[in-house]
């Protein structure tokens, strides 16, 4: 429907840049539409204004329709290629952007000296040809997109996948992730699935990647015996402000260990998008077991606010002479810890382990973001809640303190700082009270927590190695009913699933350049059974062009070998891991392997993959395993180690979890979107959990602390 001249006020919208220092300013015309919802149409106007939060912007949209400001004057528009060089914090080309994938030599006057550091790593002098090869720094830019995954045991941020600009390598794209926004969520009034006691629940996010298609994005953690949970951790989602990015929110009542929701009692859930959550101080809502069906008076809220900081508070707390508060026992002790808001409530941002029976607990280090504990502001008081827990929920107040993370940050080198526990009732009654116990921070550190776009954009190196399943399992290739079978039309399961998962796996490398291998055939001219031989038949340079070179080496490759078998899946693994290993030699976060294998899912050697999958997590290494054919991919789903953390069969367990499974067939009729999210999901969760395991700041960084 057209606008109406009196429906459209002008007003200018501000877009961060990645600095947050610069940003490019669009003039807009702004509607308020009938149903409350705002639209907002570019005239092309750009300046450079201070920079202003776009999601503070959309907290005061409202503000916005009685208080738009003139129209600029009149200004020449800044060219795309100045506009996106300013985001990048680079000089503006010299020229007019060149043909797509292409770069020119004196555009970026920096790029020479970049180039030149980058020399490449000599792999050993004897063994296979290495699957990765240097890329050239300058050419990864790279676009937030938010993924999607079942993360099972792992809680942590919503995970993301990249891509590169479709028209141009030699550009980053203008559809930058705007903000990272934490959501807090509590529930009132919930459901009462348990016989003899209360529920206990757990909120899990997703987001619509597109089709009707959920994938999960975070979860909080369970609350024990609770039917107005305020629920501590927070949930972790990117904000884009040229997007409907519409999320679920599902609360469950678990009964058992496993990360898997499908046994456990739906308590109620609710969708909404993005915008509507951030653009309310606080968005509450009925929850519905199904559309149109309350669930009891439930009621969920949920309050956005923007992460505006990276660091990190790491506190390290204990205690001593706690009171008693058990008849039979002593107490057992938790911590909670709040930050007072702006209008003088205390929000909940913490909430530390139970320690049973126990006077003197030492409780785990921990850590909460900066934003999350204080808001950034070191004098905002902070209050530390020590209770003696029980299992009805009917916790007992031990005693109270105030202090900031200014006082706290006092504690360190073997100087704790000592807080009285007080409990007010106590000391309102008894003259004679002193006190109900000692707390004692041991340790308060401030430290950045990197993300994976500061990796990436710090000059880490993406290397992708293909493998593809060539074992009898997936039938004969002249037959229909092989997985290998190439029809009419030129194409089966795996080209579907290569150009799919290609399609956006491409994107992360710089060059192109493909090592290629498949496994499990007999292949010439010895006819000895391989597995991990190149698809171009050229061991000491397996590199293919793009994913068109590796659909033609494989189609090329398929009458040459014969289907045999095992399926064994650690060779190869084994052949990426010696090349990470070497890279993380260098002690630097330099370079990181990504092992891609696409596999009809019967696995042969099991146990050795265990044992190469545990290995590989300490190394700066992930797998993505993309299952084709409807074989039972119950071996592939236990790799993935979502229903809890692999173990070699010595029982030693993984480092980190670094194995992405995702079955072909789930997504074989929606959008290749919902593919691509789900398979690299986890891929930037993974790669900041090695670095940050490591203690490995950015390369970038690195070298601007050694000058």
Known sequence: MPLLPQQLHPCSLVLPLISRKRVISSSYYYCAGANNTDHLVEMRRCSVQPSTSDFALKKGSAALTNACPRPAPPQPPLRRGAALALRMRRPPPLSAPSAPGRTEAGRDPGAAARTARLRPLRPPSSGPAPPWRRRSEAAILWRCAVGGAGLGAQRGPGAVSLRSHPLSRAEPSMAQCVSRVELSVSCQRLLDRDVGSKSDPLCVLLQDVGGRQWAELDRTERIKNCQNPEFSKKLVVDYYFEKVQKLKFGVYDIDNKSPDLNDDDYLGGIECTLGQVVSSSVFTRPLELKEGKPAGKGTITISAEEIKD??????????????????????????????????????????????????????????????????????????????????????????????????????????????????????????????????????????????????????????????????????????????????????????????????????????????????????????????????????????????????????????????????????????????????????????????????????????????????????????????????????????????????????????????????????????????????????????????????????????????
Not at 512 to 528: D, I
Not at 618 to 637: C, N, R, T, Y
């Open 310 to 707: 990276t660091r990190v508070v790491y506190l390290e707390i204990e205690a001593r002479n706690l009171d008693k508060k058990d008849f039979l026992g002593k107490s057992d002790p938790f911590l909670e810890l709040y930050k007072q808001g702006d209008a003088g409530m205390w929000q909940l941002v913490y909430r530390s382990e139970v320690i049973k029976n126990n006077l003197n607990p030492c409780w785990r280090k921990f850590s909460v973001p900066l934003q999350t504990f204080c808001g950034a502001d070191f004098n905002k008081p902070i209050k530390v809640q020590c209770a003696d827990h029980d299992s009805d929920g009917s916790h007992d107040l031990i005693g109270i303190f105030e202090t900031n993370l200014a006082q706290l940050q006092k504690a360190g080198d073997g100087s704790p700082v000592e807080y009285e526990c007080i409990h007010p009732e106590k000391k309102q009654k008894k003259k004679s009270y002193k006190n109900s116990g000692i707390i004692r921070i041991k340790s308060c550190k401030i430290e950045t927590d990197y993300s994976f776009l500061d990796y990436i954009m710090g000059g880490c190196q993406i290397n992708f190695t293909v493998g593809i399943d060539f074992t009898g399992s997936n039938g004969d290739p002249k037959s229909p009913d092989s997985l290998h079978y190439i029809s009419p039309d030129g194409i089966n399961e795996y080209l579907i699933a290569i150009w799919s998962v290609g399609s956006v796996v491409q994107d992360y490398d710089t060059d192109k350049l493909f090592p290629a291998f498949g496994f499990g055939a007999q292949v010439p001219p010895s006819w000895q059974v391989s597995h991990e031989f190149a698809l171009n038949f050229n061991p000491s340079n397996p590199y293919c062009q793009g994913i068109q070179g590796i659909v033609d080496a494989y189609r090329q490759i398929l009458p040459q070998i014969r289907l045999y078998g095992p399926t064994n899946f650690s060779p190869i693994i084994n052949h990426v891991a010696r090349f990470a290993a070497h890279s993380a030699q260098q002690g630097t976060a330099s370079q990181y392997f990504i092992l891609l294998i696409i596999t009809d899912g019967e696995i042969t050697d099991l146990d050795q993959t265990r044992q190469a999958i545990v290995n590989a997590s300490k190394l700066p290494m992930s797998i993505i395993i993309v299952g084709v054919g409807e074989a039972d991919f119950k071996a592939m789903e236990f790799l993935d180690g979502d229903n809890g953390i692999l173990k070699s069969l010595t029982g030693e367990p993984a480092a980190r979890d670094i194995v992405q499974f995702v079955p072909f067939q789930r997504f074989k009729n929606a959008p290749r979107e919902a593919l691509s999210q789900m398979v690299l999901a986890e891929v930037p969760k993974q790669l900041v959990s090695y670095y940050k395991l490591q203690g490995w700041p950015p390369v970038k960084l690195l070298e601007t602390k050694k000058m």
